[in-house]
């Protein structure tokens, strides 16, 4: 599995963003996707994640109830819509690919990455 993300950006505090990642490969609908952010000089940190059927979530408690993941089998793509953006949330966003039957949260786990797309929230 290849993947691409897009969508980073310079926005101003409050405002949206939505993120894309875009898989190659025709087994993307059997990965729980997830995205991470990594800030400068800190390790990479899990932001949300949506499992390969029933669309089961799971968030950091830092951005729930502001992002929200999804995704478009169909479209090999999964999203992050991030509202109510906060100049904390500058980072580098990658979305990653997981192919276990749980939900996981750890960097490590996971077997495909994407390139990251930075977002810039200004104050």
């Known amino acids: 599995v290849q993947l691409q993300a897009s969508g980073g950006g310079l926005v101003q505090a409050g405002g949206s963003l939505r993120l894309s990642c875009v898989a190659s490969g025709r087994t993307f609908s059997s990965y729980n996707m997830g995205w991470f952010r990594q800030f400068p000089g800190k390790e990479r940190e899990f932001v949300a994640i949506i499992s390969w059927i029933a669309g089961r979530t799971l968030y950091a408690d830092s951005v729930k109830g502001r992002f929200t993941i999804s995704r478009d089998n169909a479209k090999n793509t999964v999203y992050l819509q991030m509202n109510s953006l906060k100049p904390e949330d500058t980072a580098d966003y990658y979305c990653?690919?997981?192919?276990?039957?749980?939900?996981?949260?750890?960097?490590?786990?996971?077997?495909?990455w994407g390139q990251g797309t930075q977002v810039t929230v200004s104050s």
């Open positions: 990653a690919a997981d192919r276990a039957t749980t939900l996981r949260t750890s960097p490590g786990d996971y077997d495909y």
